[in-house]
Nanobody
Framework: QVRLVESGGGLAQAGGSLRLSCAAS????????MGWYRQAPGKQREWVAR???????NYAGSVKGRFTISGDNAKNTVYLQMNSLKPEDTAVYYC?????????WGQGTQVTVSS
């Protein structure tokens, strides 16, 4: 059974940084894509960033230039380096992985940015 486990969330001040990690287990296959979504209170879940197995990356406009996604195919792990954090980045961040069809979600990790 595939599991995604996030870590690294917490509290940061505006302008600060946090690094999220997401480790996948339960498969020896390399994911097609891994990425991050977030959901703020009272809002819909939104896509944040994605990385393919080939290393291509994409970002939502709201985080481009501030967040960096990276991955380690051998470990089936993806990271999200978040710099220049803003209060509006406050949300539960979810890891997502696509295994060429089936997709999986982590349980989420809270990120809170104070002004």
């Amino acid at each position: 059974q595939v599991r995604l486990v996030e870590s690294g969330g917490g509290l940061a001040q505006a302008g600060g940084s946090l690094r999220l990690s997401c480790a996948a287990s339960g498969t020896t296959l390399t994911f097609n894509t891994m990425g991050w979504y977030r959901q703020a209170p009272g809002k819909q879940r939104e896509w944040v960033a994605r990385i393919t197995s080939g290393g291509s990356t994409n970002y939502a406009g709201s985080v481009k230039g501030r967040f960096t996604i990276s991955g380690d195919n051998a470990k089936n792990t993806v990271y999200l380096q978040m710099n220049s954090l803003k209060p509006e980045d406050t949300a539960v961040y979810y890891c997502h992985a696509d295994l060429y069809g089936p997709s999986y979600w982590g349980q989420g990790t809270q990120v809170t940015v104070s002004s």
